[in-house]
């Protein structure tokens, strides 16, 4: 069976998505849920890993027993996950992090006012200027030749796997980012199907493995799929 497979593991999910504030009141988002990164976190507490859930803004409650940290924002979301990673065996960025971020978010809330007054044209364009935001992922991404000090403590290996939500070429693009940020796995969801991929309660995903295998799963209930990737997960923690 798989319970307790996960016994004396500690675990970290990113789920949802970022917010990126353009003034007080004002954000750039995406249409995450959470439900795919949540569960994930409640079949791993299932399994009896030790469970920290990192969540960008959404409407699902805590669930019981797991630690849930709260952040808005990709940057946040990057010192969470970077400041509880050092004990850590999996780390899984379910979370749809934004990209670009307004590089400089206004003080107090925009006016709207005529294209004219604003000194631009008469047809009420506004633009924003936007930075791009840190890849938690792949910043994580081990050196290829790591140059070994004999008194430092080897590391121990985090298990990283990846999610890709992609409109276009899927797998082409998710072997390219399985290997971009040097992931163990990458799951790609079918984000083209009304039953899959943001705010469904069901998904179909193809999981990818670094040795190129890849898997076709058919639409299950996300519940179903988190445990699926699990199974995929726990054989990597056997040879640790
Ligand atoms: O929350 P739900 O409504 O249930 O929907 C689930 C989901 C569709 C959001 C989820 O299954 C999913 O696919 N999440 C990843 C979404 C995505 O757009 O990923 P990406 O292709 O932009 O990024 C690839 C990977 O790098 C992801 O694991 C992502 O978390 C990570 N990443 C991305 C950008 C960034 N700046 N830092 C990152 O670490």
């Keep these: 069976?798989?319970?307790?497979?996960?016994?004396?593991?500690r675990v970290i999910i990113?789920?949802?998505?970022?917010?990126?504030?353009?003034?007080?009141?004002r954000y750039i988002g995406n249409r995450s849920s959470g439900k795919m990164g949540y569960s994930l976190a409640i079949e791993?507490?299932?399994?009896?890993?030790h469970v920290?859930?990192?969540?960008?803004?959404?409407?699902?409650?805590?669930?019981?027993?797991?630690?849930?940290?709260?952040?808005?924002?990709?940057?946040?979301?990057?010192?969470?996950v970077y400041s509880s990673i050092t004990d850590a065996d999996v780390l899984?960025?379910?979370?749809?992090v934004a990209d670009f971020r307004p590089a400089e978010p206004a003080a107090q809330k925009i006016k709207k006012v005529s294209g004219?007054?604003?000194?631009?044209?008469?047809?009420?364009?506004f633009s924003l200027h936007l930075v791009q935001n840190p890849d938690i992922l792949k910043d994580l991404a081990e050196p290829l030749q790591e140059s070994h000090n004999r008194n430092e403590q080897?590391?121990?290996r985090l298990i990283r796997v990846g999610f890709a939500a992609e409109t276009e070429d899927i797998i082409a693009n998710a072997r390219h980012k399985l290997a971009a940020k040097q992931l163990d796995l990458l799951v790609a969801n079918d984000v083209t199907r009304s039953d899959s991929g943001f705010a469904t309660d069901t998904n179909k995903v193809l999981i990818f493995h670094a040795d190129g295998a890849?898997?076709?799963?058919?639409?299950?209930?996300?519940s179903d799929v988190a445990a699926a990737i699990w199974d995929r997960v726990v054989p990597f923690l056997g040879t640790m």
């Design 214 to 222: 890849v898997e076709d799963l058919p639409v299950m209930a996300k």
């Design 52 to 80: 920290l859930l990192i969540s960008g803004p959404v409407a699902l409650p805590a669930p019981y027993g797991i630690e849930v940290q709260r952040v808005e924002t990709a940057v946040q979301m990057r010192d969470a």
């Design 92 to 96: 899984i960025m379910s979370a749809a």
């Design 154 to 156: 080897p590391r121990r």
């Design 116 to 125: 004219q007054a604003r000194g631009q044209s008469e047809t009420d364009a």
């Design 14 to 25: 990113t789920a949802g998505g970022t917010h990126e504030p353009i003034d007080p009141v």
């Design 44 to 49: 791993a507490r299932d399994r009896g890993a």
């Design 1 to 9: 069976g798989r319970s307790g497979d996960l016994a004396g593991r």
